[in-house]
């Protein structure tokens, strides 16, 4: 309710693919990272609870940290990893309760334009568990109220012995291609 009153003024979200979503078994969403926003707006488009991984430092500022922790986030520190194991068992544990996990897997803001897929995250999701992967593209329109289009891919089955570089490079083609990029 919060979100929805405190961005509804400015954002109008329109969301393709939610059948796409696994409604019995848990999910991972890669999706694209444009701006601080995507966090919130996201949780208002997908039905289900989200959580989602987060670089360390933003947990920092204490009413940041503790919006990000109520909205689902879960802290990484990537240049720490040693301090993040706590996280990632949290990742996993989320997993195996079905539960729908969000990854950019950007790793930072590239408004208007693709960075690089990282594959660190993606690999060790998959070393414990196989949930699918659906590729999520968000674009936003200029404009006094702006326009959000989140558009959801088909999932992405997590496949044994499936070779982590070659599928995020997927991955983010189709990401890039849901976002209009």
């Known amino acids: 309710m919060i979100a929805r009153a405190c961005l509804g003024p400015f ?29 919130p707006l996201l949780g208002l488009a997908v039905p289900h609870p989200l959580y989602y991984v987060a670089k360390a430092e933003l947990f920092r500022s204490p ?36 539960e729908g996990m969000v990854i950019f897997p950007e790793g930072t803001y590239c408004p208007n334009r693709m960075g690089p897929g990282q594959t660190g995250l ?3 999701v998959l070393a414990r568990t196989r949930p699918p992967f659906l590729p999520v593209g968000m674009r936003y329109s200029e404009g006094a109220r702006r326009t959000v289009d989140i558009r959801i891919g088909e999932p992405a089955p997590a496949e044994a012995g499936r070779q982590v570089g070659p599928f995020v490079d997927r991955m983010m083609e189709e990401i890039a291609r849901l976002s209009g990029l």
């Open 11 to 39: 954002f109008r979200l329109r969301v393709w693919g939610l059948g796409n979503l696994p409604t019995s078994s848990a999910y991972v969403l890669l999706v694209k990272h444009q701006r601080w926003e995507d966090i």
């Open 63 to 98: 009413w940041v940290g503790r919006s990000l922790a109520w909205l689902g986030g879960i802290p990484l520190n990537r240049q720490r990893p040693v301090e993040s194991r706590r996280s990632l068992r949290r990742i996993v544990e989320h997993l195996h309760e079905g």
């Open 122 to 124: 993606v690999r060790m």
